[in-house]
């Protein structure tokens, strides 16, 4: 008797898999090249720096989408349909840690600790589905809806045209008249100083009378006056003009319109596209009606280039950021692990083919290699595009090499730096209506997934909720809370991800004493986080 090739394992035609490949490339493309996008903006790489980072970005997330797809014996991949690319859950620490530290220093401190964090998920794998007890959805959503909202800022600052404390800039011409009046006040204070000084006669220190030995005592000098000083008022501002330039807002306005019309009227592939195709539509408004679109170091940059190792230079591993940020780093990888055990399950539902501990694990630990190789080629941690779950749901072609396609076509196009050059040059007026969309879509994700908790049996998860967002909004609305604090503190708690995950998991263990959190619980999350 012949044994039947299980779906997951069947080859389509070479037609067949590279059209589903390229596919399924496009629906995770704007995702894949976006947080580069984020992370080099903060970290103020220059473009040509950013163009290297979305090349290291493709060439990472076809590596490890071969991995997962085909595993490494037994230990490594779990074999399913799965598309790898950066998780949007760590920009929001990235961005913090980018801010305070940019830079080339910056970014090779920060693919240090990516590379740490790799390397302790890797370990972490096998225990994962122990530690689901402490992360039941009412934690996770807390910890999604806390990362899209505070991801906010990003899209918003695209929109805006940079961050809001530069919507005012120095008025220079009311500072130069401001700064003269002054020093003609202090020239006039100077001169009427000087003119009481000469009029007023001096005190001898002693007055001799008399037999000698005798003196009457000296007049006392009066206290000295301090000499006039340059007084200035508050520095005078105005508007930035490139900040919320209407111009600019329209173009945002538009490129979301565009999405959101080709989300509602058209299905399928091009819906699930829509979002790339809306960035292409604003770029190309840009190019053809304004001067936006800048294409010179497009022209510079040559056809074909390969992807080296420690393009910026040799990770660093110590420095008083980098502690905080590999823990920030590695608990946010804990979440997004959790996370993939539930797409894991979803698609093996999907595909009908069955997964226990073993596979689970290995597919896990493709989340720490993952991550461990986009350090080292100077990218960001990986995990599995829940879109993609969504789209063999929609395709219903449940072979595993469609994706290894889509994992061989990003590798090819991480070797055309043109491409990554291109992907750099567009503006942030066209990035910020997709933004608002994608981070907008973390957020809701994780009110998704907080929607499959039980408010209604268990009171207790509503204080949970309440709390643990509350207590994750306070950095973002008050940054210098913990300016009194201790600085190994402060460094923890400057983070709304890292306070929401500490807070969210204390109240959970405190009134529901862990819960009972199962795969299938997991899973559950899962399916209600996916756009499909």
């Known amino acids: 008797m012949i044994n039947e090739i299980h779906p997951v394992d069947q080859r389509p035609s070479l037609q067949k898999t590279f059209t589903l490949g390229l596919q399924h490339v496009l629906v995770m493309y704007v995702g894949a090249v976006a947080v580069p996008l984020i992370v080099g903006g ?73 590379i740490v964090a790799g390397i302790l998920c890797f370990l972490l794998a096998p225990v994962i589905s122990r ?19 505070s991801l906010m800022r990003v899209g918003v600052g695209w929109v805006m045209g940079g961050p809001a404390h530069l919507a005012e800039s120095v008025d220079a011409d009311k500072l130069v008249v401001m700064v003269d009046k002054a020093k003609t006040d202090l020239a006039s204070t100077l001169a009427a100083t000087s003119s009481t000084n000469a009029t007023t006669p001096s005190n001898a220190s002693t007055t001799q009378t008399g037999s000698v030995g005798t003196s009457t005592p000296a007049t006392p000098q009066a206290t000295p006056t301090p ?23 329209w173009i945002s306005l538009g490129v979301l319109v565009l999405i959101l019309l080709l989300v509602k009227y058209t299905k399928g592939f091009v819906s699930n596209v829509a979002i790339l195709l809306g960035i292409v539509g604003g770029l190309l408004y840009t190019g053809l009606f304004t001067d936006l679109l800048k294409l010179d170091k497009v022209a510079k940059e040559p056809f074909f280039g390969l992807v080296l190792p420690f393009e910026f230079g040799t990770p660093l591993f110590s420095g008083p950021q980098f502690y905080p940020l590999v823990i920030n780093m590695t608990l946010v990888m804990i979440v997004v692990m959790i996370e993939s055990t539930g797409m894991f399950l979803a698609l093996s539902d999907l595909t009908g083919k069955k997964v226990g501990q073993k596979q689970l694990s290995a597919g896990l630990r493709v989340d720490g290699i993952g991550t461990l190789i986009g350090g080292i080629f100077n ?121 929401t995950s500490i807070v969210a998991v204390a109240l959970n263990l405190f009134f529901n004493g862990g819960g009972n959190t199962t795969l299938d619980d997991s899973k559950n999350a899962s399916m209600q986080a996916s756009p499909h």
């Open 42 to 114: 903060a970290l103020k790489l220059t473009p040509e720096q950013i163009g290297i980072l979305i090349s290291a970005d493709l060439l990472a997330c076809g590596i490890v989408t071969l991995i997962q797809t085909l595993g490494l014996g037994s230990w490594i991949g779990i074999r399913l349909p799965v598309m790898m690319g950066v998780t949007f859950a760590a920009v929001g620490p990235m961005v913090a840690f980018a801010n305070k530290v940019p830079g080339i220093e910056g970014a090779r401190m920060l693919f240090g600790a990516i």
């Open 131 to 149: 530690l689901l007890r402490y992360f039941p959805p009412v934690v996770t959503g807390c910890i999604i809806a806390i990362i899209g909202i």
């Open 227 to 249: 000499p006039p000083t340059l007084k200035l008022g508050p520095i005078p501002n105005k508007p930035n003009p490139n900040y919320a330039n209407l111009s600019k807002l």
């Open 379 to 499: 990218t960001f941690p990986y995990t599995s595009f829940s879109q993609n779950v969504g789209l063999v749901s929609v395709t219903g072609v449940k072979s595993r090499w469609v994706c290894v396609a889509g994992g061989i076509i990003l590798i090819v196009l991480s070797l055309f730096p043109k491409l990554s050059a291109l992907i750099a040059a567009i503006p942030q007026a066209v990035l910020g209506g997709a933004g608002i969309l994608m981070f907008g879509m973390v957020a809701a994700t994780g009110i998704r997934i907080l929607a499959g908790v039980d408010f209604k049996n268990n009171r207790f998860n509503l204080y949970i909720v309440a709390v643990s967002i509350g207590m994750g909004l306070v950095p973002m609305v008050a940054p210098k809370w913990t300016q009194h604090m201790p600085e190994e503190v402060r460094i923890l708690l400057e983070s709304s991800i890292l306070v």
